[in-house]
T-cell receptor
Framework: DADVTQTPRNRITKTGKRIMLECSQT?????MYWYRQDPGLGLRLIYY???????NKGEISDGYSVSRQAQAKFSLSLESAIPNQTALYFC???????????????FGPGTRLLVL | SQQGEEDPQALSIQEGENATMNCSYK?????LQWYRQNSGRGLVHLIL?????REKHSGRLRVTLDTSKKSSSLLITASRAADTASYFC??????????????FGKGTHLIIQP
């Protein structure tokens, strides 16, 4: 079974609709992240969470919100979807353990979102 | 903003040849990591090299790091068709290990011709 899962894997929606992308992990990690990937732009960080009570904005948080329902679950919402939010969205987790243990992130399979 | 920049953007070689990709970055780092992404899939961690290391090996992978030039290279030896993927470098520049310390480049798309 995959350690980091994302649902749905594909989604088509219309402009103005609210949608939620969900991420679950069984790795027991405290840290979770949401990225979007656009062709030619690499990965860009949207939001990240160090634990259930800690939520932080990333590089491109405008138009997005998140909810950390539990250690294992981190959801990304688009309150009112717009076409330029069409992208591939990835959830990731990490187990950073201090300066002696560099951070490695573990990625989910991605959600392909198309906003019409 | 991107910290790491991979070069070349795309690379096509014959199976069995070696593939070399480069990554340049701008600020001091704690470590640099390489990830692989198969088409439409999530990223998979390949290898990590710390700032006080110069070279690291893992199977057919060889990574070098030159902190004076702020650059790293990833060498894949004896390439196979299954190595076809995009390869990303990610730099950790954080002082406290925060999430913003892992910054990804735009990737090198590697194609292995059979």
């Amino acid at each position: 079974d995959a350690d980091v899962t994302q649902t749905p894997r594909n989604r088509i929606t219309k402009t103005g609709k609210r949608i939620m992308l969900e991420c679950s992990q069984t790795k027991g990690h405290d840290r979770m992240y949401w990225y979007r990937q656009d062709p030619g732009l690499g990965l860009r960080l949207i939001y990240y969470s160090f634990d259930v009570k800690d939520i932080n904005k990333g590089e491109i948080s405008d138009g997005y919100s998140v909810s950390r329902q539990a250690q294992a679950k981190f959801s990304l919402s688009l309150e009112s979807a717009i076409p330029n939010q069409t992208a591939l969205y990835f959830c990731a987790t990490s187990d950073w353990g201090g300066d002696l243990l560099p951070e490695t992130q573990y990625f989910g399979p991605g959600t392909r979102l198309l906003v019409l | 903003s991107q910290q790491g920049e991979e070069d070349p953007q795309a690379l096509s070689i014959q199976e069995g040849e070696n593939a070399t990709m480069n990554c340049s970055y701008k600020t001091s780092i704690n470590n640099l990591q390489w990830y692989r992404q198969n088409s439409g899939r999530g990223l998979v961690h390949l290898i990590l090299i710390r700032s006080n290391e110069r070279e690291k090996h893992s199977g057919r992978l060889r990574v070098t790091l030159d902190t004076s030039k702020k650059s790293s290279s990833l060498l894949i030896t004896a390439s196979r068709a299954a190595d076809t993927a995009s390869y990303f470098c990610a730099t950790d520049a954080s002082s406290g290990g925060g999430a913003d310390g892992l910054t990804f480049g735009k990737g090198t798309h590697l194609i292995i011709q059979p």
